[in-house]
C-alpha cells in the first residue's frame, strides 16, 4: 500500500496561509498513481490551484474546498506521449516520401492543412487523454506549437526535441524527408563539429532534449554514409555537447547494433525497438546498467506498415471520438498493395513485440509513444492504440501506466514536475470510469481530463465537425 503519512503530515503543513476556495478535493476514486506502487482505495487527492499537494488516504480536506465526489471511479495521471511530431498529421498525405500522394493532395497543400489544424491537434490528445507529449523532431513548427500550447488551456504541455540530427549530407536528408515548408525536418552533417552545432542551435532556441538518429533504413548507400561519417563518433560529439547544456539525447535505431553503438555513445533512450534480430542478453544487461528506458512505438509497424495497404484496420473507439477530423478518413484512400512488403513487416513487427517482450521480462525500462503524425497513426488516440499493442506483446497493464506516465515524464527529463500524482507536481490527472487494470482498453473510458488543475469533462474536448 502507498505509504500515506507524508501525505497526511504535508496537507497539514501546507494547509497554513493557503487560499481554500483556490483548493479542490477529489474524493473517493481508487488511485493509480504512476509510481507503480499499489492502487489506493477511496483517496483523496488535493489541488491548489495547478499543483498537487496532497495525495493519498486520510488526508485531511480544509475547510472552503471545493469537494468532488469521484467514488466508484480511478483516478491515474495524465499520459505522457514520449514521441510525437507536429508536422506530420496521420494521414495519408503527410509523407510523400514514404507513400507518394502528391497527385491527389500536393505537399504543400498538406503542409497548410497541418498548420491549420495545429489547435485541433492539441484538442486531439487532451481529448484523449494525453496532458504532455514530447515532440521529437522536425522543423520550426515544432517550437511554434510549444509556445501555442503553453498559451492555450485545451492543450497538451509540449516539450520539445531539437533535430532528427544525423550523421549524413544534406542531399540524403532531402532524399529521406522533403524540406518542410522551406525547412529541412532532419539536421545532417558529416563531422563532430556539424553534430556540435546543430546542439548549440537547441540550446539557443530552449530546446528540452536531443533527438539522434543512427539507421541505415536497409540501403547500403546510407550504410556506407554511416560509416564514412563515422557515426559513433558523430553521436559522441552530439552527447558530450548536450550534456554540458543538461540536456539528455534520445535516439532514433532501429537495428540491434546501431542501438548498441547508441547506448555505448550515451543515449539516455532509445526511439523504436530493434527489430533485425532478437535482442541478446549482453544488450539488456547494457541498457539496465546504463538505466536506459526504450520506447517501442510497436504500431506503426501494424497500422502504417499493413493496415494501410490492406484496409483491414482495427480502429479504436476512441480513434474515432478524439481524432482530428480529416485524418481517420483519409485512411480510406486506396494504394496498390505490397504483397512483398506485408510478408516482411508482418515478420519484422512480430519480432519487434517478441524484442519488447523479452526487454520487459529482463528489467529494461520502457516508456510508451506513438510517433505521432506518421501515417495511419492520429494525434492523441494513438497513444491508446500504442498501449494496447505492447499490452499485447505481453506487458501487464499496472507497469504500462506506469510506463505511459512517469517513464515517459523520464524521456524529457521531467519526472519532478510531471508523470506522477505526487504532491508538488503539475496536477494533469484523467478520471476513468472502469477499471484500467482490468483491462488496459478501459483507458479510454475517460470522463474528465484535468491539466494543470482545470478540469474538462471528455465531452467538452471532443472535435468539431
Same mark, same amino acid.
Given at each position: 500500500?502507498?505509504?500515506?503519512?507524508?501525505?497526511?503530515?504535508?496537507?497539514?503543513?501546507?494547509?497554513? $496561509?493557503?487560499?481554500? /476556495?483556490?483548493?479542490?478535493?477529489?474524493?473517493?476514486? %481508487?488511485?493509480?498513481?504512476?509510481?507503480?506502487?499499489?492502487?489506493?482505495?477511496?483517496?483523496?487527492?488535493?489541488?491548489?490551484?495547478?499543483?498537487?499537494?496532497?495525495?493519498?488516504?486520510? =488526508?485531511?480536506?480544509?475547510?472552503?474546498?471545493?469537494?468532488?465526489?469521484?467514488?466508484?471511479?480511478?483516478?491515474?495521471?495524465? +499520459?505522457?506521449?514520449?514521441?510525437?511530431?507536429?508536422?506530420?498529421?496521420?494521414?495519408?498525405?503527410?509523407?510523400?516520401?514514404?507513400?507518394?500522394? %502528391?497527385?491527389?493532395?500536393?505537399?504543400?497543400?498538406?503542409?497548410?492543412?497541418?498548420?491549420?489544424?495545429?489547435?485541433?491537434?492539441?484538442?486531439?490528445?487532451?481529448?484523449?487523454?494525453?496532458?504532455?507529449?514530447?515532440s521529437l523532431g522536425g522543423p520550426s513548427l515544432e517550437y511554434e506549437t510549444r509556445d501555442l500550447a503553453s498559451?492555450?488551456?485545451?492543450?497538451?504541455?509540449?516539450?520539445?526535441?531539437?533535430?532528427?540530427? /544525423?550523421?549524413?549530407?544534406?542531399?540524403?536528408?532531402?532524399?529521406?524527408?522533403?524540406?518542410?515548408?522551406?525547412?529541412?525536418?532532419? #539536421?545532417? @552533417?558529416?563531422?563532430?563539429?556539424?553534430? !556540435?552545432?546543430?546542439?548549440?542551435?537547441? !540550446?539557443?532556441? $530552449?530546446?528540452?532534449?536531443?533527438? %539522434?538518429?543512427?539507421?541505415?533504413?536497409? &540501403?547500403?548507400?546510407? &550504410?556506407?554514409?554511416?560509416?564514412?561519417?563515422?557515426?559513433?563518433?558523430?553521436?559522441?560529439?552530439? !552527447?558530450?555537447?548536450?550534456?554540458?547544456?543538461?540536456?539528455? =539525447?534520445?535516439?532514433?535505431?532501429?537495428?540491434?547494433?546501431?542501438?548498441?553503438?547508441?547506448?555505448?555513445?550515451?543515449?539516455?533512450?532509445?526511439?523504436?525497438?530493434?527489430?533485425?534480430?532478437?535482442?541478446?542478453?549482453?544488450?539488456?544487461? +547494457?541498457?539496465?546498467?546504463?538505466? !536506459?528506458?526504450?520506447?517501442?512505438?510497436?504500431?506503426?509497424? #501494424?497500422?502504417?506498415?499493413?493496415?494501410?495497404?490492406? #484496409?483491414?484496420?482495427?480502429?479504436?473507439?476512441?480513434?474515432?471520438?478524439?481524432?482530428?477530423?480529416?485524418?481517420?478518413? *483519409?485512411?480510406?484512400?486506396?494504394?496498390?498493395?505490397?504483397?512483398?512488403?506485408?510478408?516482411?513487416?508482418?515478420?519484422?513487427?512480430?519480432?519487434?513485440?517478441?524484442?519488447?517482450?523479452?526487454?520487459?521480462?529482463?528489467?529494461?525500462?520502457?516508456? =510508451?509513444?506513438?510517433?505521432?503524425?506518421?501515417?495511419?497513426?492520429?494525434?492523441?488516440?494513438?497513444?491508446?492504440?500504442?498501449?494496447?499493442?505492447?499490452?499485447?506483446?505481453?506487458?501487464?497493464?499496472?507497469?504500462?501506466?506506469?510506463?505511459?506516465?512517469?517513464? *515517459?515524464?523520464?524521456?524529457?527529463?521531467?519526472?519532478?514536475?510531471? @508523470? &506522477?500524482?505526487?504532491?508538488?507536481?503539475?496536477?494533469?490527472?484523467?478520471?476513468?470510469?472502469?477499471?484500467?487494470?482490468?483491462?488496459?482498453?478501459?483507458?479510454?473510458?475517460?470522463e474528465w481530463v484535468i491539466k494543470h488543475g482545470k478540469a474538462f469533462r471528455q465531452s467538452e474536448l471532443l472535435?468539431?465537425?
Amino acid at each position: 500500500m502507498l505509504d500515506v503519512r507524508w501525505t497526511v503530515s504535508m496537507a497539514f503543513s501546507l494547509m497554513a $496561509g493557503y487560499c481554500h /476556495a483556490d483548493v479542490t478535493a477529489y474524493q473517493g476514486a %481508487t488511485l493509480i498513481d504512476g509510481t507503480h506502487r499499489a492502487a489506493v482505495e477511496d483517496a483523496t487527492v488535493l489541488v491548489e490551484e495547478d499543483k498537487f499537494i496532497a495525495v493519498g488516504t486520510g =488526508v485531511a480536506v480544509p475547510e472552503g474546498a471545493k469537494v468532488v465526489d469521484v467514488s466508484g471511479k480511478w483516478i491515474i495521471p495524465g +499520459l505522457i506521449d514520449s514521441h510525437v511530431h507536429f508536422m506530420t498529421s496521420g494521414r495519408m498525405y503527410t509523407r510523400p516520401a514514404f507513400i507518394d500522394l %502528391t497527385d491527389k493532395v500536393p505537399y504543400e497543400e498538406e503542409i497548410e492543412w497541418i498548420k491549420t489544424h495545429i489547435p485541433d491537434t492539441l484538442r486531439a490528445n487532451l481529448c484523449s487523454g494525453v496532458t504532455s507529449v514530447v515532440s521529437l523532431g522536425g522543423p520550426s513548427l515544432e517550437y511554434e506549437t510549444r509556445d501555442l500550447a503553453s498559451r492555450t488551456d485545451a492543450a497538451p504541455t509540449v516539450f520539445v526535441g531539437h533535430g532528427v540530427i /544525423a550523421p549524413m549530407p544534406e542531399f540524403i536528408a532531402k532524399q529521406m524527408i522533403p524540406p518542410w515548408d522551406g525547412e529541412l525536418t532532419l #539536421k545532417p @552533417g558529416m563531422s563532430a563539429e556539424a553534430a !556540435v552545432a546543430h546542439v548549440q542551435e537547441a !540550446v539557443a532556441r $530552449g530546446a528540452d532534449l536531443i533527438k %539522434t538518429a543512427i539507421d541505415d533504413r536497409g &540501403s547500403r548507400m546510407i &550504410s556506407a554514409m554511416l560509416w564514412f561519417a563515422d557515426w559513433r563518433q558523430f553521436q559522441q560529439a552530439v !552527447v558530450a555537447e548536450a550534456a554540458k547544456h543538461g540536456l539528455q =539525447v534520445t535516439t532514433h535505431a532501429h537495428a540491434l547494433e546501431y542501438a548498441r553503438g547508441a547506448v555505448n555513445a550515451g543515449a539516455a533512450s532509445l526511439q523504436h525497438v530493434p527489430a533485425d534480430r532478437p535482442v541478446d542478453q549482453a544488450f539488456i544487461n +547494457l541498457l539496465k546498467a546504463n538505466e !536506459v528506458i526504450v520506447v517501442p512505438t510497436l504500431a506503426i509497424r #501494424k497500422r502504417t506498415l499493413i493496415e494501410l495497404f490492406t #484496409k483491414e484496420m482495427e480502429l479504436l473507439p476512441i480513434e474515432r471520438k478524439c481524432s482530428v477530423p480529416g485524418v481517420v478518413e *483519409s485512411w480510406d484512400e486506396p494504394i496498390p498493395p505490397a504483397d512483398d512488403q506485408s510478408i516482411r513487416y508482418r515478420a519484422q513487427g512480430a519480432l519487434a513485440a517478441a524484442n519488447v517482450g523479452a526487454l520487459y521480462e529482463g528489467g529494461v525500462s520502457l516508456a =510508451v509513444a506513438t510517433d505521432t503524425g506518421m501515417i495511419g497513426i492520429p494525434a492523441g488516440s494513438g497513444m491508446h492504440l500504442e498501449l494496447r499493442d505492447m499490452h499485447r506483446a505481453g506487458i501487464p497493464a499496472d507497469y504500462l501506466i506506469h510506463a505511459a506516465t512517469f517513464n *515517459s515524464a523520464q524521456i524529457a527529463d521531467k519526472e519532478d514536475e510531471y @508523470g &506522477s500524482v505526487e504532491a508538488g507536481k503539475f496536477a494533469d490527472f484523467l478520471i476513468l470510469g472502469a477499471d484500467p487494470l482490468a483491462d488496459i482498453g478501459n483507458l479510454q473510458q475517460i470522463e474528465w481530463v484535468i491539466k494543470h488543475g482545470k478540469a474538462f469533462r471528455q465531452s467538452e474536448l471532443l472535435p468539431v465537425h
